[in-house]
């Protein structure tokens, strides 16, 4: 079971940068797709990125196209989001997910087998 962990969320200017981080525990953590989703406050949790297991495949939002880009470092069993041009619009709780089949990359619905706890990104005008 693949346990993970965000980090690198905070408050920031319209025009700044953050990079989130997932952290992935577990033996087969490297094998996993691996994505990033959303949840803005009275909105549905949403699909933001994602990225095969060995970083060959990658997905966007179209709203995030050019401004965010994901990576992954399998050495280290973590997953970037590098956030660029933030808008206040991207005020979100970021959470991280593992997926075990790789499905995420065609079906930005597909369930995940797991979560991070999340962590917040605020961007003020």
């Known amino acids: 079971q693949v346990q993970l962990v965000e980090s690198g969320g905070g408050s920031v200017q319209a025009g700044g940068s953050l990079r989130l981080s997932c952290a992935a525990s577990g033996r087969t953590a490297s094998t996993y797709a691996m994505a990033w989703f959303r949840q803005a406050a009275g909105k549905e949790r949403e699909f933001v990125a994602a990225?095969?297991?060995?970083?060959?495949?990658?997905d966007y939002v179209d709203s995030v196209k050019g401004r965010f880009t994901i990576s992954r470092d399998n050495a280290k069993n973590t997953m970037y989001l590098q956030m660029n041009s933030l808008r206040p619009e991207d005020t979100a709780v970021y959470y991280c997910?593992?997926?075990?089949?790789?499905?995420?990359?065609?079906?930005?619905?597909?369930?995940?087998?797991?979560w991070g706890q999340g962590t917040l990104v605020t961007v003020s005008s």
């Open positions: 997910g593992a997926d075990s089949t790789g499905v995420i990359l065609i079906d930005r619905s597909h369930s995940m087998n797991a």
């Open positions: 990225i095969s297991w060995n970083g060959g495949m990658t």
